[in-house]
């Protein structure tokens, strides 16, 4: 135990006198004399039910929140009255642009209600029935390998984060909460599969494994979402839909549906963040190109690791055969593009146009586009 | 009375589908989007047709004929035969097979292509992925024939959701 109480409560003679008091019938109530807001907030729109977006009113709202919150040191909930001696809990992150992004309660929201479970939404008795040539079987296994090692590391960076953020930031912790089930749920769901294909899990990779080092032991948690929600999702996000495009059958089409859902909504917090930042805080558009370049050099290192690229290749070309691995090799690249153009497209959208010409892993794509094209 | 393809009966016939399947779509959950239908026609000269569907909470509240004015999210727009071959593979099969899923149909723009002006918009083509697609299986349900007269394939498996 690191943390001890000053006060041996039952020791404390004010503290028993008072509890003995109340239990006697002789209440204090000077909880309920304090000066507050009472708001009686309802739903705007019935068919939705009440959200966050419908609390946001005076000093419960996020409108008027200071982009450094020190008045807060406590786990008050926003809006709550905060008498004299609230502990400090020394939260890591205080300022609002580190976190906030536009639609944030949005996201949430949307997270609630779109869960899904990955026990009884997939069927699995089928997916059972169904064999797949050994070379597709162990190819699919890998990359589902590959998956499980991405999401487990993706369930533990918001968890790092969540109590390490001020409690004002009530929406923002909410959110990645869900993002810590969804992650979770991901790495369920590769794990089931893998184990249910006959062939199992496969191999780990060094490759994706530093890279998964880099996203854990960001040193803020603005550079963790720059890292993880924006560029590390936004490309499994597109490996997803490939992946969902190259499934052998309905119910991994499924499967790829459902974690791309989730996974969309994680890369749209990271737009709306990066946004918010560029918008309010220019001046660290320079930074963020440096944490750009470091994550560009990891995500390259693990995306086009043998463990991800091979699979890909033979799912794509479906077998192994000179023929198959050249039709493969076609399509995994033309996914290679795709996802890089949908990476830079969305830096492009939240503010940064600049980054294609700065960036090493746009020009090494841009040299393969035309290797591809002559 | 069967209704055509492309029309915007054919689309106000799939929202009333997508209202009496609440429970399904509701589990699936909040469904906010507006997007674009195109489908351009056999011949070079002939104008596409267009239809914007809009989404709210767990129901589709607006089916409009054109694009013209609409902020749409994103447009899926394909030839006639593009769409015809997915609806037909739909309708027989009660949901669509592995070569035609939207995300299928549309991640190389192979066959249906997606376009959109912001990625946020795209994105939501993604994030709502389960739910557009099975508004789009529901059409299995649909009573419709094509612009020439012709019927999709009879049924050749019962009603069902994609993947299962």
């Known amino acids: ?374 | 009375m069967p209704v055509s393809f492309p029309s915007i009966g054919f689309f106000e016939a799939l929202r009333d589908a997508m209202r009496a399947a609440h429970e399904r779509f509701s589990r699936l959950g909040f469904f906010d989007t507006t997007f674009g239908v195109r489908v351009f026609g056999d011949g070079a000269d002939l104008a596409p047709t267009e239809f914007a569907l809009t989404f709210d909470v767990f129901e589709c509240t607006a089916v409009r004929e054109r694009l013209d004015g609409v902020g749409t999210d994103f447009i899926l727009e394909g030839s006639l035969a593009a769409w015809r071959d997915m609806l037909d593979n739909v309708h027989a099969l009660g949901a669509a097979d592995t070569a035609h899923s939207i995300n299928t149909l549309t991640h190389f723009g192979e066959r249906l292509r997606v376009r959109y002006e912001d990625p946020d918009g795209h994105d939501k083509l993604y994030r709502f992925a389960e739910s557009i697609q099975e508004f789009f299986d529901l059409s299995a349900g649909i009573d419709f024939v094509y612009g020439d007269g012709t019927r999709p394939p009879v049924r050749r498996e019962p009603l069902r959701r994609s993947g299962t």
């Open chain 1, 1 to 374: 135990m690191s943390y001890l109480s000053t006060i041996d409560f039952t020791e404390d003679r004010e503290f028993v006198d008072r509890f003995q008091r109340a239990m006697c019938g002789d209440l204090d109530l000077g909880w309920m004399a304090v000066e507050r807001e009472q708001v009686r907030c309802r739903p705007q729109n019935e068919r939705r039910g009440l959200t966050f977006r419908d609390l946001v009113v005076g000093s419960y709202g996020f409108t008027e929140m200071p982009e450094l919150i020190r008045r807060n040191r406590s786990f008050a909930p926003r809006g709550a009255a905060m008498p004299e001696g609230l502990p400090d809990l020394q939260a890591d992150v205080n300022r609002k642009s580190e976190v906030w992004a536009y639609n944030v309660e949005g996201y949430y929201e949307e997270a609630m209600s779109r869960q899904w479970n990955a026990t009884t939404d997939i069927p699995w008795r089928e997916l059972a029935d169904a064999q797949l040539p050994e070379e597709i079987g162990k190819a699919y296994a890998q990359l589902l390998t590959f998956l499980t090692e991405v999401e487990m590391i993706a369930t533990d960076v918001p968890c790092k984060w969540m109590g390490r953020l001020n409690a004002d930031f009530f929406e923002v912790k909410n959110f990645i909460a869900t993002q810590a089930m969804d992650e979770a749920r991901h790495a369920e769901i590769f794990r089931k599969r893998a184990l249910s294909t006959g062939f199992g899990l496969m191999r780990a990779s060094a490759h994706n494994e530093f890279n998964l080092k880099f996203l854990r032991d960001a040193d803020s948690f603005a550079e963790a979402s720059l890292a993880l929600h924006l560029q590390a999702e936004g490309m499994v996000l597109t490996l997803f839909r490939f992946s969902e495009y190259i499934s052998p059958t309905e119910a991994d089409k499924k499967l790829f549906r459902l974690v791309m859902q989730d996974e969309a909504r994680h890369v749209g917090y990271g737009m709306q963040h990066l946004k918010w930042v560029i918008d309010h805080f220019p001046e660290r558009r320079e930074a963020i190109h440096h944490h750009l370049d470091e994550a560009e050099n990891f995500v390259f290192g693990a995306g086009y690791a043998t463990e991800v690229l091979e699979p890909f290749i033979i799912l794509a070309g479906k077998g192994l055969r000179k023929e198959n691995i050249q039709q493969g090799v076609r399509i995994t690249q033309a996914f290679q593009l795709k996802q890089s153009d949908e990476y830079f497209e969305r830096l492009a959208k939240c503010g940064l146009p600049e980054r294609r010409e700065r960036s090493r892993l746009w020009k090494f794509v841009e040299l393969n586009r035309q290797a591809i094209a002559a």
